[in-house]
């Protein structure tokens, strides 16, 4: 690819100060600088592409997303199993009836939608979650980058096996794709301890970093406290686990992971509605950074995570879509809106940005690559169309008020 530079009225590198008249040049699909375009222009002989009136941000960052189930709205028409759930574990159980009945071709398509939805919106990079090793193909050539975690699950003892032989088939494959990899084991209430314990030294070993679904909701607290509830009376017997209900535990299921190891800098902790002072100081210690997706607890009635509590306490946050299994889109500009509006007063403009950017990007352990418009990064950026309003002068606001997406590009090369 041969050098350009791209300029706009504002260039909003996120790691420094907005810049007014800033430009970005680019060669190989690399930020060879950032500045003013004039400082640019004359330090580079190169081509300019103006954007006037726009600002150019970093592309964006969805730190938790499970696109596999891009078409899950539609499966619920065409599997028969077009219901509302009243309940987290009633949901759980119809996302489990679409999943079983759905072809491999149906899977890789409602990827593939995924990933073209996500690049449409603005976003370049994921934290994904993928239920089945062998669909990481589906990923490559896709333009995106980020990381896969694969899922994991399970109590009996030959089932963890292989879900764990595959995972390390996966891992000692080689592969040609833009993404780095992770483990995700699923929840507190998914996997038997000792699975939980294998997967933590598997992945201690291969320095592969872990996310976790974490008190997502009241049913997974009742359920590690004293093993009642929906998960034990309805999940269980529903996924034939009717012997592998445990004794009470009498603990959080933050506490719980943190006896078992799984809890440590690099893990994601994904939602975090139902924690405890004490459990963040938990995760405080342990430096582990919570995900937030706010339009999935909002559409699922799980209520919303103490977001006063766990910026007070210092933890890193990202954002994430969750699934159109519950969200109604895959924007993040949506997600971070809602969360602005969720949570009035939380978070100024330029936090709120940062969480779809370059806290996404140290969230999965690719700052060194995305989130920000710096030397040697990916070339990997948005052009905004701000519209002036009542955010005044403050660029990040009007941008997250007004902003329309105008272009996206990715290492370089514009989707058109």
Known sequence: MTLQLFAASHLVPVSAPPLEGGALAVENGRILAAGRLDELAAAFNAPVVQFPGCAIIPGLVNAHSHLELTHFPSWKLRKGVDY???????????????????????????????IRISRESGTTAVGEIVSDPSLISSYSGSRLTGRLYLEALGHDDVHCEQVLSRIAGCLDGNHDWQFRLGVSPHTPHTLSSRFFRILEEFARQRSLPLAVHLAESRAEVDFLFDSTGPIADKLYPFVGWQEHVPRPRRTTPAAYLDSLGILSPGTL???CVHVTPADVEILRQRGVTVVLCPRSNDRLDHGAPPVHLLKKAGIPLALGTDSLASNDSLSMLDEVRFLLERFPGEFTAAEALRLITLGGGQALGISDEVGSLEPGKRADFLVVEPVTGSAGGDINRRILENGRLREVFIQGNSLG
């Open 269 to 271: 902790a994904i939602h």
């Open 84 to 114: 509302s759930p009243r309940t987290y574990v009633d949901w759980i159980i119809q996302v489990i009836k679409i999943r079983r009945a759905l072809t491999r071709q149906e899977r890789e398509q409602s990827v593939a939608e995924g």
